[in-house]
């Protein structure tokens, strides 16, 4: 995650307790980012951990990713790589709910992002850049009232607003979210968690952005549901109280706003949205599992922990007699002794007390 604060409006760059702060950023919105950056993974959270459900290279339509696949990493010690103040450019400026001049296209933006990809010299998969504007401006018409955005992401490559020159790199589009509590027509957030200077709404927007970049870089090609809207547009805005809804995130560098993403493990595998997960991601075996009584039966639960390095441990409730399960590996053998269905349930827990679970029918027949 690189950080790209565009144009010469951002002042002079000092630093101040290890983050990178400018005299033009009246609400401190550059050092709150770098903070949420810095502290993702950290504190033990498990908003990180949704994304871990997800990942690349299987078929389109599915729905759970085997635990062999290309699964998106669980950050371990923050993911902001790099800050770059880029003052060669100076966006126009006009009041944030009507601008009186244009602001910068989203061409320009995209040709921004190519170029930090340049400045940084990272155009690998895992990279993506964060084009930050300054107070008072009008990126790609954000503040026009009645097509105002609060943030988007796209990739280089998209030749939706023309062709840039540079690497193909997924990059977002974060306007001075501050700047939204004065608007008129909408407040990107604004008040539903109280913070000081209107950054409220700053993490929201930016973690909603980063979560789909992670799921769907270079769009289109990624994670979405049948009508094409991400992990994040599925919950976005919802009502405080409903599963999902914004909440305070805690990380060793601060608390910070964020909302809930969509997970296809949610609700028994129907999906929904979530403020936290488990890192243990368990493939169900199967809303029914058959077999014979007298016969052996042998089968193992996939499980993939997003938790570098951790360990997982195996138990289960309702298997049929003769029946068991290896606490070390989740393999499910033995040969039932007596006729019936049951409901089995696996609990599986890691060596950082994370827990999960599954339930599945088990009918023998005679």
């Not at 709404?201 to 979405?224: C, I, K, M, N, V």
């Amino acid at each position: 995650m690189y950080l790209v604060f565009w144009g010469s409006q951002w002042g002079t760059q000092t630093t101040s307790g290890g983050y990178q702060v400018f005299s033009g950023d009246p609400d401190g919105m550059a050092r709150y980012l770098e903070a949420f950056y810095s502290g993702l993974g950290s504190g033990g959270e498990t908003w990180s951990a949704t994304a871990g459900q997800y990942c690349q290279g299987i078929v389109v339509g599915s729905t759970s990713c085997p635990s062999s696949s290309a699964h998106v990493a669980y950050p371990t010690s923050g993911v902001l790589a790099g800050v770059w103040e880029d003052t060669s450019y100076t966006p126009p400026t006009g009041p944030p709910a009507s601008p009186s001049t244009p602001g910068a296209t989203g061409l320009q933006i995209q040709q921004e992002a190519a170029n930090a990809a340049i400045h940084f010299g990272d155009s690998s998969i895992d990279a993506q850049y964060v084009v930050v504007s300054p107070t008072g401006t009008d990126p790609d018409g954000w503040a026009v009232p009645k097509t105002g955005y609060c943030a988007y992401h796209s990739y280089t490559g998209d030749t939706y607003f023309g062709t840039v020159l540079g690497p193909n790199v997924p990059y977002t589009n974060l306007p001075y979210i501050p700047d939204a509590a004065l608007s008129t027509n909408f407040g990107c957030t604004e008040g539903l968690i109280a913070y000081p200077n209107h950054l409220d709404g700053t993490t929201e927007a930016a973690g909603h952005e980063y979560y789909e970049t992670l799921t769907d870089p270079f769009q289109r090609s990624g994670w979405a549901d049948a009508k094409g809207y991400e992990i994040g547009d599925k919950c976005d805005y919802l009502n405080p109280g409903l599963p999902g809804a914004e909440t305070s995130l805690t990380l060793s560098t601060g608390s910070f706003p964020v909302q809930g993403m969509w997970s296809n493990q949610d609700n028994h595998g129907k999906g929904g949205c979530v403020d936290t997960s488990s890192p243990i991601i368990i493939t169900n075996p199967g809303k029914k599992v058959s077999a014979v009584m007298g016969t052996a039966v042998d089968f193992t639960i996939s499980v993939y922990d997003v938790l570098p390095g951790a360990t997982v441990a195996f138990s289960a409730n309702g298997l049929p007699t003769g029946v068991s399960i290896n606490s070390a590996t989740g393999e499910v053998s033995g040969t039932p002794l007596t006729k019936g269905s049951s409901l089995v349930t696996v609990v599986v827990t890691d060596s950082s007390s994370n827990a999960a679970s599954v339930s599945f029918k088990m009918h023998v027949a005679k």
